[in-house]
């Protein structure tokens, strides 16, 4: 059998528009559960699995790193968790360190941070700050449904304008768009660029993918608001699935352009730590028949693994089946006349925004 043993559902739950389908134990945890009849025959009442916000106040907002296969060294993500459910997020396995399964509890238990702006201002205005672009949804998007009602994105983009601050976005969720005239602002100052994620064109394969995220006909209308008001958009063509939507690369691509974006980035299926037993058990369930085909080819790309997590290789795969399919985006990317690259972000007016009483400038 190709999946993972997983421990199986809760019968008395019932699912509705989840990627995952269980509560498989974080790696971490020293104990694996499994349910097991107690001999009594007894019914229970099933109840509707609905997400669960919790808040957090954290000391501080922005996250640090040195790795040297992004381009940024700086992050927020103003939730843990992600409502979108994607089966393949790389994003699971950081429930572990929370204690909750990287399965269910990523897309059901969600933890949020309102008072991010906050945070922010008081960070990027010590003295000893140093301004680089602040990437924003890295791990987890920052846009998903929650965000329609908690509303902490406009908070930041707003310290973030004020202070003259630049910063990029990826997301997949229509949400964006409420927020339209602060990027546009800050776009017009070239301080904001966005990627948009473009798995599939195949609304049913993208239902049963990222069952909690907008169409793929939708996320192609983002990119065309976002674009029409002069923010720089990048589609990203992510996670490249073999056989499932590695024949897709050229359609995105060209149904992205179309839509406004002006450059495209690719990068191949991770599944890091327990996101490989999730996705095996979701092709189980959703593509039996093409389960082991799939998996045969997503380790062509890694080594013979299911993942590759070394510095230079875990965002671009390696082997004849990854070039084959670098090569085909670069070919369809020039072809269809993208950039190269997204123009650097201005980071030279950063500074404190005017405060009432302060002496204005002669120049």
Not at 86 to 97: G, V
Not at 205 to 225: H, S, V
Not at 269 to 293: C, I, S
Not at 309 to 316: A, E, K, L, Q, V
Request: proline letters at 10%; glycine letters at 8%.
């Amino acid at each position: 059998m190709l999946g993972a043993m997983l421990p199986p559902r809760d019968p008395d739950e019932t699912l509705k528009a989840r990627g995952a389908d269980s509560r498989p134990a974080g790696r971490f945890e020293p104990y694996q559960k499994m349910r097991e009849s107690d001999g009594w025959d007894i019914p229970e009442d099933s109840h509707l699995l609905k997400t669960e916000v919790v808040t957090e106040k954290p000391r501080s907002i922005i996250t640090r790193n040195n790795s040297p296969d992004i381009g940024f060294d700086r992050s927020i993500n103003p939730y843990r968790g992600c409502e979108h459910g994607c089966i393949y997020c790389y994003a699971r396995p950081s429930h572990s360190y929370l204690g909750l399964s990287p399965g269910l509890d990523f897309e059901t238990k969600i933890t949020a941070k309102p008072e991010a702006a906050l945070l922010l201002e008081r960070e990027i205005a010590r003295p000893s700050y140093k301004v680089a672009p602040i990437a924003l949804g890295t791990n987890t998007d920052p846009y998903q449904p929650v965000e329609a009602k908690l509303a902490i994105m406009p908070g930041i983009l707003r310290v973030l304008r004020d202070w003259n601050h630049p910063a990029t976005l990826v997301t997949r969720g229509r949400g964006v768009l409420r927020d339209l005239d602060l990027w546009a602002e800050m776009a017009a100052k070239d301080q904001a660029a966005i990627g948009i994620s473009v798995t599939t064109l195949d609304a049913k394969l993208a239902r049963a993918l990222e069952p909690r995220a907008p169409t793929p006909q939708t996320r192609l209308q983002m990119i065309g608001a976002l674009s029409k008001a002069g923010v720089p958009v990048r589609v990203m063509v992510a996670p490249v699935i073999p056989v499932l939507t590695e024949p897709e690369i050229e359609a995105i691509l060209t149904a992205a352009r179309e839509a406004g974006a002006s450059t495209a980035s690719m990068i191949p299926l991770r599944l890091p730590h327990e996101v490989a037993p999730l996705f095996r058990d979701w092709l189980e369930r959703h593509r039996p028949g093409m389960a082991a085909h799939v998996m045969n080819r997503v380790q062509a790309m890694r080594g013979g693994r299911d993942n590759d997590p070394r510095f230079g290789h875990r965002f671009r795969g390696a082997g004849a089946e990854a070039e084959l399919a670098k090569q085909r985006f670069r070919l369809a990317r020039k072809r269809l006349g993208y950039r190269e690259g997204s123009p650097p972000l201005d980071c030279s007016r950063f500074g404190p925004p005017p405060r009432t009483g302060d002496q204005l400038s002669l120049f």
